[in-house]
């Protein structure tokens, strides 16, 4: 089977995960900004990460055969620091029109306060005026508040249902989500957030309508190989691979081609890689030999 992580902080992640993300059969990824673990100071500091994202992280992606694409936005912990939050978003539209980028995300709500939310409306704004999908973080504590206060304000600023995902939910929210008609992503993500055995009940009770998997690996204790082997567990209790397919593939490349920066025909073929090209006159190679794939 292939897979689609569309939730994965791939800054965070080595060469070897790369690796042995391809060989498990994740065929393409999405990386939204996010806190980086420690608060930043400057708007400089997002500018260099936004540029991260969409360049060298695309690029670095791509000599695994991995199609990367990414969302731009001020997460919901950052928002609170408000000086440097407007900065930020003055920045902003510079980065999340830019190619391969899929959504405004991840965006939301920490701690719930009234900086969040102002932060929250104005990125909701901006992708509305641009038509453009928006990726939901949700919280970790008061989860269910959160969640619901994040559908109540997208559809307060004119949001498409279709075109909001909210991610990391839990038992607790699948239903509001679905019931308001937009994407339930669930985190596969240890302690914290949703498990595989839960994850398989929650596929047997609601089905895959508008259900995704994806990983949230990050730069803490978090597994990369996380929906592959969430599907293979789905597969080994008895799930039909045509829903595995949904949850952990087409669902989350329905609701981001909405983008129209997915090239859909060309993640079903096989990538060709070219490891001895460069970005910026750097190579993810020290010393080894290149792979150049012949093409067909």
């Known amino acids: 089977m292939r897979f689609f992580d569309p939730h994965i902080h791939m800054v965070s992640r080595t060469t070897d995960d790369f690796q042995a993300m391809a060989a498990a059969g994740i ?32 690029f670095r992606a791509s000599q695994f055969g991995l199609a990367h694409y990414c969302a731009i936005g ?42 969040e939310e102002r932060a929250y409306a104005w990125q909701l704004d901006f992708a509305k005026s641009k038509d453009m999908v928006v990726m939901v973080h949700s919280p970790h504590r008061d989860k269910k508040r ?19 995902v909210i991610d990391h ?5 699948v239903q509001d989500v679905l019931d308001r008609g937009a994407w339930a992503a669930f985190t596969i993500y240890p ?5 595989s055995e839960r994850m398989v009940e929650i596929v047997k009770r609601y089905g895959p309508r508008q259900v995704i998997v994806d990983s949230s690996a990050d730069w803490g204790v978090s597994d990369p190989l996380a929906v592959p082997k969430t599907a293979a567990l789905m597969l080994q209790k008895g799930i039909p691979a045509s829903t595995v397919e949904l949850v952990t ?10 983008s129209g920066q997915i090239d859909v025909e060309a993640l079903s073929e096989s990538p060709k890689i070219d490891q001895s090209q460069l970005y910026h006159d750097n190579s993810v190679l020290r010393g080894q030999s290149a ?3 012949v093409p067909n």
């Not at 619901?148 to 249902?161: F, K, N, P």
């Not at 593939?249 to 909405?258: E, H, S």
């Open 191 to 195: 302690h914290t957030k949703m498990g």
């Open 249 to 258: 593939w087409q669902n989350a490349l329905d609701a981001y081609a909405q």
């Open 27 to 58: 065929r393409a990824v999405i990386e939204p900004a996010f806190w980086v673990g420690q608060p930043r100071t400057c708007v400089g500091t997002f500018v260099d990460y936004f540029s991260s994202l969409v360049g060298w992280e695309r």
């Open 74 to 115: 001020l997460n919901s912990k950052e928002a609170n620091n408000e000086g440097l939050a407007k900065e930020v978003l003055s920045i902003l539209p510079r980065f999340a029109l830019k190619q391969g980028v899929v959504a405004v995300g991840e965006i939301g709500y920490d701690e719930i306060t009234p900086a």
């Open 291 to 293: 792979r150049v794939d």
């Open 146 to 164: 959160g969640i619901l206060r994040s559908l109540d304000v997208a559809r307060e600023h004119g949001i498409d249902m279709h075109k909001l």
């Open 169 to 173: 939910n839990n038992e607790e929210t």
